[in-house]
């Protein structure tokens, strides 16, 4: 089941690109996927699920994010351009800007 089978070295692919990449992998729960996408890069899968959780991937969420078949991204928040973890294309500003309207 894994999806991590480009034929680009994941070393040359943007940061924005590879945690993309962590975001579905996790979401996916392609355990396998990650395995081999922690090997390619070069670290542990210990530190590839701990930058899934600093991006915001929570256990929480990405039980949502199955449930509801939604497929988040990182996105730039429209106010103030932070980036954040989108659960989907109606999310388009963070949290705390989300707030404050």
């Known amino acids: 089941m894994s999806q991590d089978t480009g034929a680009e070295p994941i070393q040359s692919l943007p940061k924005a690109a590879r945690e993309q990449r962590i975001i579905d992998l996790t979401v996916a729960g392609d355990k396998e996927g990650l395995r081999l996408f922690s090997k390619r890069t070069g670290t542990e899968l210990k530190a590839v699920r701990a930058k899934a959780r600093k991006l915001g991937l929570t256990p929480r969420v990405v039980k949502g994010c199955r449930l509801a078949g939604t497929?988040?991204?990182?996105?730039?928040?429209?106010?103030?351009?932070?980036?954040?973890?989108?659960?989907?294309?109606?999310?388009?500003?963070?949290?705390?800007?989300?707030?404050?309207?």
């Open 71 to 101: 497929h988040p991204k990182l996105r730039n928040c429209l106010r103030c351009s932070d980036r954040f973890l989108s659960r989907g294309r109606h999310n388009r500003m963070c949290r705390s800007c989300a707030r404050r309207t």
